[in-house]
């Protein structure tokens, strides 16, 4: 918890690691140390707690010119996403840029490449993973790397070759639910789903395409069970989005009409 006058405000290990890259971000290096030591416990106490520490331990170290000690932050953050602990994307870009520092340039690319397609419509965060590549000076390591031009913008062909598919699936998904085709849509968008498991736009455009096609064919529990999940997952990645509402409320009155209770 972070202290706040004489109260205690409750935060997420999200909320620590937004605190200390805003301290890293204006240069208070020795703030962002302080924090994390003030809160080792709290951070301690949860996987996505410790990967919060673990990356921002290695910034901090990577600020400090420590880049032995960053190194073993590094390696105990890559330890923990091999477990599956994420955290959110900002802190995915973190450890990216973290790698980068260290030289692991295809780890960093894998990170990068895993926020693109779970935000592949976000012009923000693509920005702030082509300024990692601009940064880092890797225009053109990261051209050679994938065939492109010498010239190619920083970070560009990463970021194309991650999205492409993703964007495709659900472009084709999204027309074809337009003109009526929702069989084919529910199976676009399935495999946008697979590609892209914590995208909550294509979670959402699934979950909408799979109703549909259930008022259309009629009941089909697999597709129903595969709504709900995309459902869950979308609200636990974009919670409080304006579409959520709508969604459950297609999925109960779909429920109802076929006499499932929950």
């Not at 032995?68 to 973190?94: C, I, P, Y």
């Not at 340039?105 to 693109?116: C, L, T």
Request: aromatic letters at 4%; a negative charge; proline letters at 2%.
């Amino acid at each position: 918890m972070l202290e706040k006058g004489l109260h205690f405000v409750f935060v997420t290990p999200s909320d620590f690691g937004n605190l200390c890259r805003v301290q890293l971000e204006q240069g208070d290096v020795q703030g962002a140390a302080a924090t994390l030591k003030k809160n080792k416990t709290t951070l301690q106490a949860s996987p996505e707690g410790r990967l919060v520490m673990a990356v921002t331990q290695g910034m901090v170290q990577i600020r400090s010119g420590k880049l032995k000690d960053a190194a073993k932050a590094v390696e105990e953050a890559m330890a923990l996403r091999a477990g599956e602990t994420r955290g959110d994307a900002s802190l995915q870009l973190d450890m990216a840029d973290a790698c980068m520092a260290g030289g692991r340039h295809d780890e960093a690319d894998g990170i990068v490449a895993e926020v693109a397609r779970n935000a592949h419509d976000s012009e923000a965060l693509l920005a702030k993973a082509r300024k990692l590549y601009d940064e880092a000076g890797r225009t053109e390591a990261c051209a050679k790397l994938y065939d492109e031009a010498e010239r190619t913008e920083a970070g560009t062909a990463v970021l194309a070759l991650a999205t492409a598919d993703v964007r495709k699936l659900n472009n084709e998904g999204v027309v074809l639910a337009q003109r009526g085709d929702f069989r084919t849509a529910v199976d676009k968008l399935q495999t946008a789903c697979a590609e892209a498991p914590h995208n909550p736009r294509i979670m959402m455009n699934a979950v909408w395409v799979i109703l549909k096609y259930i008022d259309q064919a009629g009941m089909d529990e697999k597709m129903i069970e595969a709504a709900r999940r995309h459902l869950e997952e979308a609200e636990r990645q974009g919670p409080g989005h304006t579409r959520i509402a709508g969604l459950r409320l297609h999925l109960k009155d779909v429920e109802s009409r076929f006499g499932i209770q929950r």
